[in-house]
Structures are given as C-alpha cells and as structure tokens.
C-alpha cells in the first residue's frame, strides 16, 4: 500500500487494517496526530485525507491506499505555521496542546467548505473534539480570527502577531 | 489480534458479492467506524475481512418517486439529498467526521452497542417503509427493513436500500449536549404512499415500528392519546444513556412532538 503524508511518498508495510494512526505514528513516525480514544470520540487522531477530515484511528490503511494523507505536520512550520497554527498560538487555543492537531485540521477543514461559519456552526464543526483543557472559547475565537482574515505574518511560536511581544489582552 | 487476517478489498458490487459468499467468516467493514475501535481494543477476533469503500456501492439515485441508496452512502452523503426523517436523522449521528466515513449499511447492520443502542438510521429507514436489497447464501433478496432488522445482518451483504419518496416526513431526537453521547430516544415519521408509519428509535436493540400509534390516528384519536399508545409497541429498557422508567415517561412526549412535526393537530 502506499500513501503520500504530506507531499511524500511513503510505501507502507503495515498489515492492511493497521489504523492510519498506528500506520503514520508507527511506521512513518509521523507523531501530530495523537492516539486519544481510539474510538472515534476524542477527535485529537484527526488527518486530512484528499482534503477531507477524518478520524485517523478509524480508517484500516486499506481504505486509504493511494490517499494524499495531511497531518499537522503539513500545515506550516514553527517559523511558517499556517493562519490557523498562528491564529491558535495568538489566541492560546492550545494549552495543553494534546486536542490541537484534531482541532487544527478540523477547522482548516471547516473553512475550506465553509469560509465565514458562524460561531454555531464553528461549535458543530468541533463538536467531536475534546479539548480536556476546557479551552473552547479561544479555540472558537482562533477559527473565528482567521475566518474574518486576520494577519498572522510574522508569527512564531515563541512570539506573537507581526513580531510584537505583546499577547492580545495583556497591558502594555 | 492473535494473527492477521485476509482483507478482501472487492472493485466491483459483483466481486463483493462472490468474496462475501455465504458470509460464514466474514467481518463486513463499510466505513470502519464500528469495527476499527474493536480492532483497537483488541475485541475483535475474525479471520477475514471484506472492505467495501471500492467496491462502488455508493451513491444515490432516484427514478420514478423511489429513493435508491447504496449500502455505502455515507451519513453526510444523506444529509440534504434524501428526505427526512432520513436526513434530519443523519444529521444528528456524530461529527462532519463520522459522518463522512460512515455507512448507511453499516448503521442497518449495527446491533446494540455494549452499553447503548445504536443504529440511528434504523428508526427513519422503518418509518419510510425501506426496503433492503442483500445478497448471501441462496442469491439476492430483498425485504421490508424490519424483517431485516429483526433477522439480523447474519449471513446477508446489504448492497442497497429503497423507499417511495414520502410526503411528508419528521425526525425528533432527545441527546445529550455533546455530539458523541448517543441518541437516548428518537421518533421518526413519514407520510408514505402507504399511510402514516411512525417508528421509534433507542427503545430496543433496533429501531421497532409502533402500529398502535398508527392505528390509534387511523382511528381519529387525538395526538396525545395516539402518542400514549407507543407503550404498547417498544418496551424502554435501562442502558448507560438513561432509564427506562425515564424513557417512558419522556417517549410519549417525543411520538406527540414529531406528529405536531409532521402537521398533526393536537386535540
């Protein structure tokens, strides 16, 4: 079997109904995605395949054969992260950061099929994720920032928007 | 898992049919979202496996007022593009996630879960008068769902299920706030060709059928007295989800809310 995790090629010799997730932490050393519930439930194991989001923990390497997999690896780096890496870090929607590469590509995702959701819609489209720090209120906030173009350049994930080491809400 | 076993990875609804055979041995595997964490949690134990994602089962066509949907339309698929109660009812199942990996099929064949009932779609499916096209020892076959539902998938590859287009339809579900409790209770209604059929879902191992409330309407009886009649047709029993003494006092209440749902007046 083979699949491409983020732009590379890779030929698998897992069995065929290893689970994606076992197949890219495993074989691949792919770790972004974490091993949460592995049922399904937690929403943390979450990948794009051919764009779409799913449940890594669900889906025997067999279904995927040939897929263009996209983990969180693949979205940016910590120098180039990508709008919604950045806009998570700006508005500290990773905390604990175990939720956060489901959360992440779940709301890329969102975007792409919906690029100006309402907050309601933002909570449905999450609705199968658990942040176990509780911290859903900036993770909205984060979608919402990048949904309404919010600039990220210059982000790092030591410092905040446009090189400025001020967090929103802190005093100058 | 003790040794690994043969996956079949069937191109064609033909080659799924010959791999499937009889069925004796063979652990069907529609979207993977019920047979994944039991491999997960080292629950499962078979000796062959047959994945249908290509096997061309998907998809959904309508012709003449009938409603064709292959056993491999995933949930999201449904949503929208057929008509409720199905589509509602699809809605509700899961995350854009889940729904998006699985399977009508899958959801007919799902068996109560450990602490749970399952199988959302079942409810819907027996309120349209559905009718499921399976293949299996002796050919193909096709039946009412509720003669599939209460044979079992045993033995049987569901390849399509049908319905007239109705009316009229209505879901109402009772949940819980986060989108992976499972349904506690749910009614679905349609206005068939045939007369209203309403169905209950979360109140046995499968979705049940309730004659009584049909009746009672057919009969002139108000909303509320026909909705009362449900106790006669499921028997509410405990789970994880809720108690059946809770479940019977809130099912009622739910049949009278989707028959105000689907325009009857209440008396």
């Given at each position: 079997m083979k699949i491409t995790v983020n732009g590379a090629e890779h030929e698998l010799a897992s069995p065929p109904l290893t689970s994606?997730?076992?197949?890219?932490?495993?074989?691949?050393?792919?770790?972004?995605?974490?091993?949460?519930?592995?049922?399904?439930?937690c929403g943390t194991c979450t990948v794009l395949v051919d764009g779409e989001p799913r449940r890594s923990c669900l889906l025997p390497l067999a279904m995927v054969d040939g897929a263009e997999v996209t983990t969180i690896e693949g979205l940016g780096t910590p120098k180039r992260m990508h709008?919604?890496?950045?806009?998570?870090?700006f508005y500290y929607g990773s905390q604990c950061g175990f939720c956060a590469p489901g959360?992440?590509?779940?709301?890329?995702?969102?975007?792409?099929?919906?690029?100006?959701?309402?907050?309601?819609?933002?909570?449905?489209?999450?609705?199968?994720?658990?942040?176990?720090?509780?911290?859903?209120?900036?993770?909205?906030?984060?979608?919402?920032?990048?949904?309404?173009?919010?600039?990220?350049?210059?982000?790092?994930?030591?410092?905040?928007?446009?090189?400025?080491?001020?967090?929103?809400g802190a005093s100058a | 898992m003790s040794h690994t076993p043969v996956v079949l990875t069937p191109a064609s609804a033909d080659q799924a049919v010959s791999a499937f055979g009889d069925g004796s041995?063979?652990?069907?595997?529609?979207?993977?979202?019920?047979?994944?964490?039991?491999?997960?949690?080292?629950?499962?134990?078979?000796?062959?496996?047959?994945?249908?994602?290509?096997?061309?089962?998907?998809?959904?066509?309508?012709?003449?007022?009938?409603?064709?949907?292959?056993?491999?339309?995933?949930?999201?698929?449904?949503?929208?593009?057929?008509?409720?109660?199905?589509?509602?009812?699809?809605?509700?199942?899961?995350?854009?996630?889940?729904?998006?990996?699985a399977t009508i099929g899958g959801n007919l064949c799902a068996g109560p879960g450990r602490e749970t009932p399952r199988g959302d779609l079942q409810a819907p499916l027996i309120a349209l008068a559905a009718s499921v096209r399976t293949a299996g020892a002796g050919g193909e076959q096709v039946?009412?769902?509720?003669?599939?539902?209460?044979?079992?998938?045993?033995?049987?590859?569901?390849?399509?299920?049908?319905?007239?287009?109705?009316?009229?339809g209505a879901y109402t579900s009772m949940g819980r706030p986060h989108t992976h409790v499972y349904t506690v209770l749910s009614v679905a209604c349609a206005e068939t060709p045939e007369g209203l059929r309403v169905a209950i879902g979360g109140a046995g191992p499968t979705g049940a059928r309730a004659p009584s409330v049909e009746r009672a309407l057919a009969d002139g009886a108000s909303v509320e007295d026909a909705a009362a009649r449900v106790l006669d047709d499921v028997e509410p029993q405990d789970d994880a989800l809720a108690s059946a003494w809770y479940r019977r006092k809130a099912l009622p209440a739910l049949v009278a809310r989707a028959l105000a749902d689907i325009g009857k007046e209440s008396g």
């Open positions: 994606l997730l076992n197949a890219l932490r495993d074989e691949l050393n792919v770790t972004g995605p974490k091993v949460g519930c592995q049922g399904g439930n709008p919604m890496q950045a806009a998570f870090h959360m992440i590509t779940a709301s890329v995702a969102l975007l792409e099929r919906n690029p100006n959701p309402t907050r309601k819609q933002i909570q449905n489209a999450l609705g199968g994720h658990i942040c176990r720090c509780t911290g859903y209120v900036k993770i909205i906030d984060a979608v919402e920032a990048v949904a309404r173009g919010e600039s990220f350049d210059g982000a790092e994930l030591t410092r905040s928007r446009g090189g400025e080491a001020t967090p929103k | 041995g063979v652990t069907v595997i529609g979207g993977g979202t019920i047979v994944m964490p039991e491999i997960a949690g080292r629950r499962a134990s078979f000796s062959k496996a047959l994945l249908l994602s290509g096997a061309g089962l998907a998809g959904i066509t309508r012709q003449g007022g009938v409603v064709r949907i292959g056993a491999a339309t995933t949930l999201q698929a449904l949503i929208g593009a057929t008509p409720d109660p199905l589509s509602t009812a699809a809605q509700r199942v899961g995350d854009y996630e889940i729904r998006g990996q039946q009412p769902v509720e003669d599939f539902l209460e044979s079992g998938p045993a033995g049987r590859l569901v390849l399509e299920v049908e319905f007239s287009e109705p009316t009229r």
